[in-house]
């Protein structure tokens, strides 16, 4: 059945079976040493193909018990709202509407010169004001990039240093895009858990000790668990990373125009390969599709060879706008009450949930992170049936489910708040 000399052959061979549905998911390829009898080669000839196999995501690896052929990828979580639904939607992780940015507003600031093949990646006006606002968080020398949102900006970032099927460190529970970012790209998510502190050092170390080649880790506003590193926390990750400076280092400071949460820096200075990016979602809204990128050089360098103009830059009329909103003074004041407006939903709720003596801390961001110790999805079908729908937290697990309910905050207004909470505490001692 099987036929080649090669490793590359071999996997040619097997890739087309498994196209022609001679091999179906859940079958054994043979051992690798019953294969390399039968075709008359070495064994690493063999053992080659089939770690390819594993690699490009058409086989599994089940140690003793061979390699199998792996199954058809069903769809995955996403974020977003449910536009059909009857129920109020709590699900969505998205920011409230009438805090963004009315961009009519700037139409007219965005510079009608045509932009040409050759031009800067980066308009002027925006590298300038990024330079200014990451300068403080960088661990050391850097440059400035852009991209199409943060999950593009950690995909090319970690294609620009890992190879497919390498393990990269990240919190558990874990944001939907990066999750499955990370599956889709073939790299191992290797789940880190958090506390309320943020990213635990301890686990981090063990991640790393069996051989994680890049850490993902949000500072502030964690999705789905709204924590954020505390300074003792940040600097016991520093210490941990410091051992491993070959590592690299990504931090998704994603809600940073809006946090009211302090900076804490996290990367060592002996990181020799780290990126901070700050993607603009949350503040000016999920359709402008922009992040900024601080990463040391060699990093900024990789980042171009797909960026550069030509190629895939983003938008030009799309970085204008966000110029011209990021240095409107006005606008700059509202973003100021935005935050404040979102820091104030997360102690409403707080203290509507203590009138029904749960306990919790307020966390940080568009999101509250309702932990059980049981599956959600009793706790999600009572909250349905008294007009709510909320996410269930398995699907943010690495490896393993995460019991919770993650509930967007950005649109309900107080009554709204007294009456959820309410709905929780009843769903909980129902």
Not at 62 to 69: H, K, M, Q, W
Not at 241 to 265: E, G, K, R, T
Not at 397 to 402: C, D, L, M, R
């Amino acid at each position: 059945m099987f036929a080649g000399k090669t490793a590359s052959e071999i996997f040619n061979n097997i890739r087309q079976h498994i196209a022609s549905g001679s091999l179906s998911a859940g079958d054994s390829l043979p051992p690798v040493r019953e294969l390399a009898a039968t075709l008359n080669v070495n064994r690493n000839t063999v053992a080659a193909a089939y770690k390819r196999l594993v690699v490009s995501g058409l086989a599994e690896s089940l140690g003793r018990n061979g390699t199998v052929i792996k199954g058809a990828q069903y769809p995955v979580a996403l974020e977003g709202n449910h536009l059909r639904t009857p129920l109020s939607d709590l699900s969505g992780g998205n920011p409230a509407p009438d805090r963004l940015p009315d961009t009519r507003r700037y139409f007219a600031k965005i510079i009608t010169t045509p932009r040409l093949y050759g031009d800067d990646a980066v308009s002027p006006g925006l590298q300038a004001w990024a330079q200014a606002w990451m300068h403080q968080a960088m661990p050391g020398a850097g440059a400035i990039d852009v991209t199409s949102g943060a999950i593009d900006a950690t995909e090319r970032l970690l294609f620009a240093h890992l190879l497919p099927g390498d393990s990269v460190a990240v919190e558990d529970p874990c944001f939907l895009s990066s999750i499955n970012t990370l599956r889709y790209a073939g790299f191992t998510p290797c789940p880190v858990g958090v506390d309320s502190q943020g990213m635990q050092p301890e686990a981090l170390e063990q991640a790393l000790s069996k051989g994680a080649r890049a850490v993902i880790l949000t500072p502030r506003a964690h999705n789905p668990t709204g924590c954020s590193l505390s300074a003792p926390r940040a600097a016991a990750l520093q210490q941990v990373l410091a051992q491993y400076p070959h590592v690299l280092v990504i931090v998704d400071d994603h809600f940073a125009l809006l946090s009211s949460s302090p900076w804490h820096p996290v990367i060592p200075p002996q990181t020799r390969h780290w990126a901070i990016v700050r993607s603009l979602s949350k503040t000016l809204g999920p359709d402008l599709r922009l992040a900024i990128v601080a990463s040391d050089p060699a990093t900024s360098t990789k980042l171009r060879l797909r960026l550069n103009s030509g190629s895939q830059w983003v938008s030009h009329i799309l970085q204008d706008l966000t110029y011209a909103c990021l240095s409107d003074h006005e606008y700059l004041q509202e973003l100021a009450r935005t935050r404040q407006y979102y820091a104030a939903q997360q102690q409403k709720f707080i203290t509507a949930l203590a009138k029904h003596g749960l306990e919790f801390s307020p966390g940080d961001g568009l999101n509250f992170w309702l932990p059980l110790n049981r599956e959600s999805q009793t706790a999600a079908f009572m909250l349905a049936k008294a007009g709510w729908l909320v996410r269930e937290g398995e699907a943010f697990g690495v490896n393993t489910p995460a019991h919770g309910l993650r509930i967007t905050l950005s649109t309900l207004n107080d009554k709204e708040i007294s009456k959820l909470a309410a709905d929780i505490h009843q769903a909980l001692t129902h």
